[in-house]
């Protein structure tokens, strides 16, 4: 099993920033790749952004290309998520995610993620 805690949520005017850092524990080693996702209320989950442990690659939701970026340090197994020039509409909680799959297809959906944080909300204000 692997354990996924989230922080550095909370609220900001627009145009600001924040960053998310998410710690893993336990079984890290079989984790393949992780992901951040969102949900405001009334809405799907939604693919954020994502990266492979060993950073061959990168993969961004176009609501945020250029603004958000993920990064990791497999030494701390953290992953992270600064978000620049935020908007209201980027309001929501925000979700680690790990996952195991050898072959990911779909970077930025949630199914092929298998273990989940709690979450931890931002808000944007105008």
């Known amino acids: 099993q692997v354990q996924l805690v989230e922080s550095g949520g909370g609220s900001v005017q627009a145009g600001g920033s924040l960053r998310l850092s998410c710690a893993a524990s336990?079984?890290?080693?079989?984790?393949?790749?992780m992901g951040w996702f969102r949900q405001a209320p009334g809405k799907e989950r939604e693919g954020v952004a994502a990266i492979y442990t060993d950073g061959s690659s990168t993969y961004y939701a176009d609501s945020v290309k250029g603004r958000f970026t993920i990064s990791r340090d497999n030494a701390k197994n953290t992953v992270s998520l600064e978000m620049n020039s935020l908007k209201p509409e980027d309001s929501a909680m925000y979700y680690c995610?790990?996952?195991?799959?050898?072959?990911?297809?779909?970077?930025?959906?949630?199914?092929?993620?298998?273990?989940w944080g709690q979450g931890t909300q931002v808000t944007v204000s105008s």
């Open positions: 995610a790990a996952g195991r799959a050898f072959l990911l297809t779909q970077p930025l959906d949630r199914n092929w993620y298998n273990y």
């Open positions: 336990g079984y890290t080693i079989s984790v393949k790749y």
